[in-house]
């Protein structure tokens, strides 16, 4: 944990000021350094929880991965980590030498998480809004992704503390992927998560909508459970781009509580399909 001198959370403008410690301005310096060997940065946002943003962020960050890219997959969720139970990596800690933080490795994917500081995984975070900004700030200025083609980064859902923090760090972010479900009430959420990006002038990416349809796990084939569409049409009346959409497969659920790459362990079903065809776009 670095030493931070500076009581402003916007420390890079309180640099430009005049008025900012050496040890501030170093810090900076590491911060922007570390995001110069970062090719994009790509944030997956959702209105509201149990969407499936976590999933979908891991999944995304895997099939990138398999193209043969160097991804890191960043997770900021930190009320409620999951993606080192999704990868199976729950009993992974972190470890460091004179380059930083070490990220965890499955296969080629870096990853990540405030998992894998928690002494307990039953333990509650309780931190307040600098001290989370502080955690992310080090998440980037002092862990070494090295040279990375694609970021991955899954914050918690909503318009709080931690999707800021991000945004303000991250001058350079390419963009967010906004995550709902087909349901209108998730679609209502999903706006202000749009106007969030445009407030703060992040891109938006663009839309996915997660459980859309469920994909037979014997036939493959895709029926709407619910009426489906919802996010194509709010992408359309947003003017944002739609990416695509994932089919409720059972098969995730499975291959995560088994710790298992959904991904490459069920590659030829329909959700592993959207999977690869949305991270295609956004690549
Ligand atoms: P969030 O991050 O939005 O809170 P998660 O990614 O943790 O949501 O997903 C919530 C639950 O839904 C998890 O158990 C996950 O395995 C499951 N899930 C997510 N997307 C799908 C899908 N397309 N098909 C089946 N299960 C899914």
Partial sequence: MSDQNCSKEACASCAQAGNCSKKQQDADQKL??????INRIIVVMSGKGGVGKSTVATNLAMAASLTGKRVGLLDVDLHGPSIPTMLGLENESLVGDDDGIRPVT??????????FILQNPDDPVIWRGPMKMGVIRQFIEDVNWGDLDLLVVDVPPGTGDEPLSICQLIPNLTGAVIVTTPQKVAAVDVRKSVTFCKQLKVPVLGVIENMSGFACPHCGEVT???RTGGGKKLAEEMDVPFLGAIPID?????DCDAGKSFIEASANSPASASFREIIEKIL
Avoid: C, K, N, W
């Avoid at 059972?250 to 499975?254: D, F, T």
């Fill in 106 to 115: 499955i296969g080629s994917l870096l990853v990540l998480s405030v998992g």
């Fill in 32 to 37: 922007r350094d570390r995001l110069s060997r």
């Fill in 224 to 226: 709407p459970i619910y």
């Fill in 250 to 254: 059972p098969a995730i659920a499975e």
